[in-house]
């Protein structure tokens, strides 16, 4: 019994020691732990990166809401027979005025978040600066394309479609552009070019719009140098 005593005062006593004084290569002393490094250059380029990857995020979630939108008023239209377009015209109308309203509010809240981008300093690179073309001619084709085929199955124009919100959109769509092409430098000439392309497209959506289209947007065009550009592709 004494030896067991004596046994275990000893493993006592070693387990306190090894708790009093832990070893000196188990514990950094406060010069390693000043002295570790972080990579800052990682840092510092993931901020710009992020940023860009921001710019492209909100435009292709705005797209996705806007073909939501777009989809409404396909299938809509897509339900209109021939026979029946004189019933439904005023319907058709009231529901596309409704839709592109709510899709001129997502642009608008887009245009706003790039400006709100533009305070930063952000640094798109030339593979973001495609991505983001890319999707913003995707936004624009999106929402011709569906007015189109309004125009079409109803046999009307844009004016008696829209009304004074044509002017509306057309207003934030300019918006969102110059507010990207200062993000984004050249984008405007970029899809302006892409948009010579489609041109017929444009003209026969803005029928009848045109002079007053071009006196909105004249002195922007001339600041950007693109106004013999628009003359061109519409000759």
Same mark, same amino acid.
Do not use: W
């Given at each position: 019994?004494?030896?067991?005593?004596?046994?275990?005062?000893?493993?006592?006593?070693?387990?306190?020691?090894?708790?009093?004084?832990?070893?000196?290569?188990?514990?950094?002393?406060?010069?390693?732990?000043?002295?570790?490094?972080?990579?800052?250059?990682?840092?510092?380029?993931?901020?710009?990166?992020?940023?860009?990857?921001?710019?492209?995020?909100?435009?292709?979630?705005?797209?996705?809401?806007?073909?939501?939108?777009?989809?409404?008023?396909?299938?809509?239209?897509?339900?209109v027979c021939g026979t029946c377009i004189a019933q439904k015209k005023e319907s058709v109308?009231?529901?596309?005025?409704?839709? #592109?309203?709510?899709?001129?509010? +997502? $642009?608008? /809240?887009?245009? %706003?978040? !790039? &400006? *709100? =981008? @533009?305070?930063?300093?952000?640094?798109?690179?030339?593979?973001?600066?495609?991505?983001?073309?890319?999707?913003?001619?995707?936004?624009?084709?999106?929402?011709?394309?569906?007015?189109?085929?309004?125009?079409?199955?109803?046999?009307?124009?844009?004016?008696?479609?829209?009304?004074?919100l044509v002017f509306v959109l057309l207003t934030v769509v300019?918006?969102?552009?110059?507010?990207?092409?200062?993000? #984004?430098?050249?984008?405007?000439? +970029? $899809?302006? /070019?892409?948009? %010579?392309? !489609? &041109? *017929? =497209? @444009?003209?026969?959506?803005?029928?009848?719009?045109?002079?007053?289209?071009?006196?909105?947007?004249?002195?922007?065009?001339?600041?950007?140098?693109?106004?013999?550009?628009?003359?061109?592709?519409?000759?």
């Amino acid at each position: 019994m004494r030896f067991i005593n004596l046994g275990l005062v000893a493993l006592s006593t070693i387990f306190a020691t090894s708790l009093a004084a832990p070893a000196a290569h188990d514990i950094a002393s406060p010069g390693e732990l000043v002295s570790a490094e972080v990579d800052v250059d990682v840092l510092d380029s993931r901020a710009p990166q992020q940023q860009q990857q921001v710019v492209l995020s909100k435009i292709q979630t705005t797209v996705v809401e806007v073909k939501k939108h777009t989809s409404v008023i396909n299938s809509t239209v897509a339900g209109v027979c021939g026979t029946c377009i004189a019933q439904k015209k005023e319907s058709v109308i009231a529901l596309v005025k409704g839709e #592109v309203t709510i899709i001129v509010g +997502l $642009v608008h /809240a887009l245009a %706003g978040d !790039v &400006v *709100g =981008l @533009l305070s930063g300093t952000v640094e798109v690179v030339e593979e973001e600066k495609q991505k983001i073309v890319a999707v913003v001619i995707e936004l624009i084709l999106e929402i011709a394309y569906t007015l189109k085929n309004v125009l079409k199955v109803l046999s009307i124009g844009i004016f008696e479609l829209l009304g004074p919100l044509v002017f509306v959109l057309l207003t934030v769509v300019g918006h969102l552009l110059c507010a990207l092409n200062v993000l #984004v430098d050249g984008l405007l000439q +970029l $899809v302006f /070019a892409f948009l %010579g392309g !489609v &041109v *017929g =497209l @444009l003209l026969e959506v803005l029928r009848g719009l045109l002079p007053t289209v071009l006196g909105l947007v004249g002195d922007v065009l001339d600041k950007l140098n693109l106004g013999g550009l628009i003359c061109g592709l519409l000759n």
